[in-house]
């Protein structure tokens, strides 16, 4: 969010500012929002580990589109570690007894 309101640069090949507030606007709801389930996570709340679960298989999901149609596994490497991680975890008996989806 900082970067597309001009206050860090571009960490890619282009080393430029760029002010961009629509950019910053959604990069900061996008911020509120896993505020918001990491919240209801620490707070055992079933409907965040649903929440986490469907987005967790939606981006495996974009990860799989992304190499299907030409991408390369530099690309995407880490969402699909990260968010593999997550499921796998999300998954186990002793996580899904403790917000109740048994």
Same mark, same amino acid.
């Given at each position: 969010?900082?970067?597309?309101? &001009?206050?860090?640069?571009?960490?890619?090949?282009?080393?430029?500012?760029? =002010?961009?507030?629509?950019?910053?606007?959604?990069? &900061?709801?996008?911020?509120?929002?896993?505020?918001? $389930?990491?919240?209801?996570?620490?707070? %055992?709340?079933?409907?965040?580990?649903? =929440? @986490?679960? %469907?987005?967790?298989?939606?981006?495996?999901?974009?990860? =799989? $589109? $992304?190499? %299907?149609?030409?991408?390369?596994?530099?690309?995407?490497?880490?969402? $699909?570690?990260?968010?593999?991680?997550?499921?796998?975890?999300?998954? @186990?008996? &002793?996580?899904? &007894?403790? =917000?109740?989806?048994?």
């Amino acid at each position: 969010m900082l970067r597309f309101l &001009g206050f860090l640069p571009n960490l890619g090949p282009l080393d430029i500012r760029i =002010f961009n507030f629509w950019y910053a606007l959604l990069y &900061g709801l996008l911020a509120y929002i896993w505020a918001w $389930v990491a919240l209801m996570l620490w707070q %055992v709340d079933r409907q965040a580990w649903f =929440f @986490l679960a %469907v987005i967790t298989i939606f981006n495996l999901s974009l990860s =799989f $589109v $992304v190499l %299907v149609t030409g991408g390369s596994w530099y690309d995407i490497n880490f969402a $699909v570690i990260v968010n593999a991680l997550i499921l796998i975890y999300i998954m @186990l008996p &002793g996580t899904r &007894g403790a =917000f109740g989806t048994d």
